[in-house]
């Protein structure tokens, strides 16, 4: 369970998403609003890249500003747009996040082979197309023992083939581990294959469950 707690941001004192309270359960979460609506900026709060005024508790346990490190490494994020040191490989990105998260051995190989990975990650990124990048920024989403996954337009530059593959992901950690999974998007989540998602709404400046 995530627990906001008067949660603000400002940009040069502008005032873009206020909470007071806010509470989010296990499950899927489909995270919608429109162009500038914070929808980005919320999840990269969740997940501890953007600064704020408030806090955030997991589990109602660790919050994000006094147990910051253990609160990060399962709390796990893909970018809308990922960038990364062109100069490192797939796979050296992979161990990087692996050592930061704790991950098992050999946890990347499933992700990486059902993905159609294996053939490239050993190269470097410099080398990778957009659809490449958003793969690997995916891969790296699901490693180690994440409580939360926050995904920010996972379907953007991905191909059509590996869209299930993607939402098979999300429904096992869901189910298995009883994660929390927010997804930012402008596309529609195909039915039937994801289990339940419930809706968050952005707007206005604050967010609210959509029932």
């Not at 400002?10 to 914070?38: A, C, E, K, M």
């Not at 999300?170 to 402008?186: D, K, N, T, V, Y």
Request: charged fraction near 15%; aromatic fraction near 10%; glycine fraction near 6%.
């Amino acid at each position: 369970m995530l627990q906001i707690e008067n949660f603000r941001k400002s940009y040069n004192y502008h005032v873009v998403l206020q909470v007071d309270t806010f509470t989010i359960s296990p499950g899927i979460f489909w995270v919608r609003g429109s162009n500038g609506s914070g929808k980005s900026t919320f999840l990269k709060a969740l997940a501890g890249i953007t600064s704020f005024e408030g806090d955030i508790i997991l589990n109602g346990q660790l919050t994000i500003k006094k147990q910051s490190v253990a609160y990060r490494r399962i709390v796990n994020f893909a970018e809308a747009e990922p960038i990364f040191p062109e100069f490192l490989t797939g796979i050296e990105l992979i161990q990087l996040f692996k050592t930061a998260k704790n991950a098992p051995n050999h946890q990347e190989d499933f992700y990486l082979e059902s993905m159609n990975m294996t053939s490239y990650v050993d190269q470097p990124v410099s080398t990778y197309s957009s659809g490449m990048l958003k793969k690997l920024s995916l891969v790296l989403a699901f490693l180690g023992q994440p409580t939360c996954i926050l995904l920010d337009e996972p379907l953007t530059t991905l191909d059509v083939e590996s869209l299930p593959i993607l939402y098979s992901w999300i429904a096992s950690q869901c189910h298995q581990q009883g994660a929390i999974i927010l997804l930012s998007s402008h596309q529609v989540f195909e039915g039937g294959i994801l289990p339940t998602v419930r809706e968050i709404l952005v707007e206005h400046t604050t967010i609210r469950h959509n029932s």
